[in-house]
């Protein structure tokens, strides 16, 4: 009786783990004019989200455009449910399910997300006029696959997580986080490293991207970090301290780097990004982007607040 109590108690928890119901999810919305046209969402695993994200890092890193990350997504989706899978079909692993054998580097480098993600606009860019082609037609000419017309079912919700993690879409991506490891630390150092490996070094670029002290009101502090007693107490200092302040130089590139850092919020173990006015923290993730100045904000909220201002990541500080 015990054992089947113990295997229907880890049945359970399998399945809320693989639906989401533990509360981890990202959920990505159009905005704007194009929810006026047609109102849609999706949603994803936040392991998915940060794959995602990082093809679309790797894109803005190359500068290329809109099209080329909806083909990537669109080719990631179908081939790997955007999962950095170890297996497939004959030797074909990863995100994009590149094989070894037909070129695209070995399996141990096909399972680097911004290696793979690179290999695959390696090809794409070479495809003539493939800004303009259908995202399945551009796609298989990448990947060859023996079933070419699947790329097309991914085409809508890859456009819409395009929008989003290219920038163009404000506060269009949020994810929660759920309940597990609370009480790990998140690392500076482990956030700007990340930053760096997929946008490049160009992300940090300023003197920004390293860790930044911010006055009790939420300014950046003049010259040296903040002594302690200046106008705040040693909680606030604390959290100064830790916040990664990465420049932004427009507003698009502003939410694209929020976006890919709500995205990797779980992983990274990132508690508060704050960027154009608005404020995502992990422990009231279920409300999405907020004001900044709302209830409950924190003085992290007011960093950042300005369009083309720096994007303000606080990683958890842990218990």
Same mark, same amino acid.
């Given at each position: ?9 880890? %049945? ?6 693989? @639906?989401? /119901? &533990? ?7 159009? @905005? !704007? ?5 047609? #109102? ?13 994200? *990082? $093809? ?8 290329? #455009?809109?099209?080329?990350? @909806? ?17 497939? &079909? ?6 994009? /399910? /590149?094989? #070894?054998? /037909?070129?695209?580097? *070995?399996?141990?480098? =096909?399972? &680097? ?20 082609? #259908? ?26 997580? *395009?929008?989003?993690?290219? +920038?163009?879409?404000?506060? %269009? ?9 609370? &009480? ?25 991207? @390293? ?11 003049? +010259? ?10 040693? %909680? ?33 173990? $990132?508690?508060? =990004? ?13 409300? !999405? ?8 904000? +924190?003085?992290?909220?007011?960093? !950042? ?15």
């Amino acid at each position: 009786m015990a054992c089947a109590v113990l295997l229907a108690v880890v %049945a359970y928890a399998v399945v809320r783990g693989l @639906t989401g /119901q &533990d509360g981890s999810v990202c959920t990505v919305r159009a @905005t !704007g004019s194009a929810a006026a046209r047609e #109102p849609s969402e999706y949603s994803l695993k936040p392991e998915q989200a940060a794959n995602a994200a *990082t $093809i679309a890092a790797v894109a803005s890193r190359r500068g290329l #455009p809109e099209a080329a990350v @909806t083909t990537a997504l669109a080719t990631a989706m179908q081939e790997s449910h955007l999962r950095n899978v170890p297996h497939g &079909d004959r030797d074909s692993v990863g995100l994009f /399910q /590149q094989r #070894p054998s /037909q070129g695209w580097g *070995t399996a141990a480098q =096909i399972q &680097d997300p911004v290696y793979s993600a690179g290999r695959f606009y390696d090809h794409l860019v070479k495809v003539p006029g493939y800004e303009r082609l #259908p995202v399945t037609v551009a796609a298989q000419r990448v990947q060859r696959s023996g079933y070419p017309r699947a790329y097309a079912r991914h085409e809508k919700n890859a456009a819409l997580l *395009t929008a989003a993690l290219t +920038g163009h879409a404000a506060a %269009a991506l949020n994810c929660t986080t759920g309940t597990r490891d609370r &009480d790990r630390p998140g690392e500076p150092r482990q956030v700007r490293e990340r930053l760096v490996r997929e946008f490049g070094r160009d992300v940090l670029a300023e003197g920004s991207g @390293t860790v930044h002290t911010r006055s009790a009101a939420g300014g950046p502090s003049a +010259g040296a970090p903040h002594a302690p007693g200046a106008g705040a107490g040693p %909680a606030a200092h604390a959290r100064a301290a830790r916040t990664v302040s990465v420049p932004a130089h427009d507003r698009r590139a502003g939410w694209e780097l929020a976006h890919w850092a709500v995205a990797n919020a779980e992983a990274l173990r $990132i508690d508060r =990004i704050s960027y154009d006015g608005r404020v995502w923290q992990a422990d009231r993730a279920s409300e !999405g982007w907020r004001r900044a100045g709302a209830p409950g904000a +924190g003085f992290e909220a007011k960093g !950042g607040t300005a369009p083309g201002g720096p994007v303000d990541l606080l990683p958890a500080a842990g218990h």
